[in-house]
Structures are given as C-alpha cells and as structure tokens.
C-alpha cells in the first residue's frame, strides 16, 4: 500500500515569506508526527497529532510555526515569516495508534531553503 | 526530558567486520529504545526496537539489547556488508505519545 507522502520534495524560498508543507500519511493511522532535521543532526519532535487534535505542540520553536490536521488524515505545517534558520528537512511519519509500541512510518521529507 | 547520545561518524570498515554504533539515553520512566536507518536517498526506516528491559531487538543480521543498568542500547553487528552503509539513528520515546527523541546518527560507509 501508499506509505506516507510529502509534497513538496523541495521548497524553495525567500525569508521573510509564508509556506506551506503537506503530509499524507498511511490511510487508517491515527496519529501523526512533524520533525524536523537540520544538516548532520537527528529530527527534532515539532508537533504530535492524535486525530484531528493537537495533543502535544511542545517541539513547535516559537509562534511562526502551526500546524493543521483539520479531517484526522491530511496534515498541512505552516510556517510564517521565514528565516534562514528555518532551512531544513522537515519529516511527517504516521502510525497506526500512536504511542512507542506502534512502528512510526517516515516520508520522505520535504527540504526547504530559506534564502 | 528524554535525551540519547550516540557515537559520533563517520565510520568506516571493510565488508564482514564486526559492527558497534554506541547509544546512551536519559530517559524519566521505562521509555521504549529504537534504532532508525537512513540509506542513500531513502526516507528514514525502523530497523529494530525494544521496549522492556533485556529485550533485545533485532533485525537484518542486526542486534541491540536494552540494558537499563547502563542505560544503553548499543547497535551490532557480526559482518557487515556494502549495502549497510546508511546513517544510523538511535533513539528513546516517549511512551504514552510516542513522539521520538534521537541522537545525531552515526553513518557508516562499508568498503568491498
């Protein structure tokens, strides 16, 4: 079956603009998960979703980011007023439940550069 | 909160050498422990986890035990092959959530 999909692969943009990055996860899953992945680091928790709501945003690093899962499938992070620092991979996985003894599923990013 | 550490890279070794990428971790409670993989132009992938004390997780010729003594869960492997090369995460979860915390990963470049 599908797995997780990102769109866009790539996004490129310049600071101080508005973007918007997709996750569709595996259909039937849950929960929903944003990292993000600096260059030669590890991904860092952003934000968790258990159906439609956001049950922990504690990773979120300040007020330009949001995100969105508005019908419990389809996630959508947003990012306002963007900085050069805000250059990265950002990572959506999906799992069944939620919780550590469910496999999260990854996609495979979308890379924004912030110019 | 919950933390790993895990051996810096790059790492290098000649096909069907013996393999060890170690993790540490901090962790508040029983936290389940895992070991993500990341090959060339691939998304990330669980390649094994373990979610108990002693448990030991393995997976693709691949092994890692739980020790909560020493609060580690070190990656081997007895021969490595060329299609290893790949980054290695580790990472802890949270277990209620289970949103990940991982270490910076460690790539591993196996030669013929």
């Known amino acids: 079956g599908a797995g997780v999909s990102q769109t866009p692969s790539n996004k490129v943009t310049e600071k101080g603009k508005y973007v918007e990055l997709r996750c569709d996860p595996i259909s039937g899953h849950t929960a929903l998960y944003w990292y993000r992945q600096s260059l030669g680091q590890g991904p860092e928790f952003l934000i968790y979703f258990q159906g439609t709501g956001a049950a922990d945003d504690s990773g979120l690093p300040n007020d330009r980011f949001f995100a969105v899962r508005p019908e419990g499938s389809v996630s959508t992070l947003k990012i306002q007023r963007t900085e050069r620092g805000d250059s990265a991979v950002y990572l959506c996985?999906?799992?069944?439940?939620?919780?550590?003894?469910?496999?999260?599923?990854f996609g495979p990013g979308t890379r924004l550069t912030v110019l | 909160g919950n933390s790993v550490t895990q051996m810096e890279g790059p790492v290098t070794l000649s096909e069907e050498a013996f393999l060890t990428i170690n993790c540490t971790y901090t962790?508040?409670?029983?936290?389940?422990l895992f070991w993500y993989v990341q090959y060339p132009g691939e998304g990330l992938q669980l390649l094994l986890k373990a979610t108990k004390a002693d448990d030991k997780g393995s997976n693709k010729g691949f092994e890692a035990t739980y020790r909560k003594e020493t609060t580690s869960f070190h990656l081997e492997k007895g021969s490595v092959q060329v299609s290893d090369s790949a980054v290695y995460f580790c990472a802890v979860s949270d277990r209620s959530q289970g949103n990940l915390i991982f270490g910076k990963g460690t790539k591993l470049s196996v030669k013929p």
């Open positions: 962790a508040t409670g029983y936290p389940s």
């Open positions: 996985a999906s799992s069944l439940t939620g919780g550590s003894n469910n496999e999260q599923f």
